[in-house]
């Protein structure tokens, strides 16, 4: 199972996984079903053994249904950013340390702490630990009151005092947040849908400009939850540019870009976190420099580049923004 979730982790996510109905999935798709029914029945194994741990401080859980891609990382920046007595605390994925480690971004690098991690670590107080647990215990020594857990909504090894689950609110060109509801290969789901949802406190949409709106029928959804409206804010001016990501949906980054103004001349994408080699990383700057183009990237790629590309190479800042804000951060401290 194990190696199941690694592959799950390091393949680049089919689209179709995001298409409603699962529009475009390839013919062979039955026959990742019976290993998708050894995942939820592993998650219901632990689920069964779990004795959650029950923290002094209010743990806030931010995470989602499916495997990436919905604007966690985001909402978790924001829910720091309006909580100045929280501290955030994640897995660290893609980090060498099992902590608990107060991240200081002078001393720890994005390979050692995870790139997520030490992104929110240069504005937030930030904590990595393998073991949710034993992170919130470190963060209890500390003067902190909230604990912000990050990508926790499966962990069942933590007490939660809120649980948010962030949804990918975008359903333009025919996308659909869940798919046709399947678990992992054969679908996008960590979980199953009504498992998910049954557990979940707060609803977030996610939207991808100013101007999206909601789909009625995903709201349905989400009846009797209460749900807070996020938009991606972002600000550039329009260039050609060449682009790649290492994250769940690169799509979505090509299509920022697109909607800012910007001729993508060539886009590359990696799997989830990969790490982007030397050779790629000259390749790129190449061709953005015979296209007289802007080399960009993800600002959770650009904090694992190594030094010395930097300077040479821009990313893109992202920010979450709430229709109601003030009723959110009401929500938060209730």
């Known amino acids: 199972m194990r190696r199941l979730k690694i592959l799950a982790q390091t393949l680049r996510t089919p689209q179709w996984w995001y298409k409603k109905n699962a529009a475009g999935a390839p013919w062979w798709r039955p026959i990742l079903w019976p290993l998708s029914q050894l995942w939820i029945a592993a998650g219901s194994a632990k689920a069964k053994k779990a004795t959650p741990y029950r923290s002094s401080l209010k743990v806030i859980s931010v995470g989602n249904l499916t495997v990436g891609g919905s604007g966690k990382t985001p909402v978790t920046r ?113 979980e199953p849908l009504n498992e998910g949802l049954a557990r979940a406190d707060i609803i977030i949409l996610w939207l991808p400009s100013e101007d999206e709106s909601v789909d009625p029928e995903l709201l349905a959804m989400f009846e009797g ?44 994408a990696y799997p989830d976190h990969a790490p982007i080699s030397e050779a790629d990383l000259t ?38 923004r709430f229709d109601d804000e003030a009723a959110f951060k009401a929500a938060l401290l209730r």
């Not at 991606?232 to 103004?261: S, Y």
Request: glycine fraction near 8%; include cysteine; aromatic fraction near 8%.
């Open 78 to 190: 924001e829910i720091l950013r309006l909580l100045p007595n929280a501290v955030g605390l994640s897995k660290g994925y893609g980090g060498t340390l099992d902590g608990p480690i107060n991240i200081d971004t002078t001393i720890h690098t994005a390979a050692e702490v995870g790139d997520e991690a030490w992104m929110l670590a240069r504005e937030f107080p930030f904590f990595v630990a393998r073991g949710r647990a034993a992170g919130l215990r470190a963060i209890e020594a500390t003067d902190a009151r909230i604990a912000v857990v990050d990508d926790a909504h499966q962990n069942l090894t933590i007490a939660k005092d809120i649980s948010i689950v962030v949804v990918d609110g975008d359903t333009s060109n025919g996308a659909w947040p869940f798919g046709d509801g399947g678990v992992v290969p054969y679908g996008p789901m960590r």
């Open 225 to 268: 939850k209460p749900v807070f409206i996020a938009r991606l804010t972002a600000v550039m001016k329009p260039a050609h540019v060449v682009a790649f990501a290492a994250i769940a949906k690169p799509w979505k980054f090509q299509d920022t870009l697109t909607r800012l103004g910007c001729e993508v001349i060539d886009f590359k």
């Open 283 to 320: 390749i790129l700057k190449a061709a953005a420099e015979e296209q007289s183009a802007r080399l960009i990237t993800t600002e959770k790629d650009w904090v694992k580049l190594p030094e010395h590309w930097k300077s040479t190479i821009d990313y893109l800042p992202i920010r979450a």
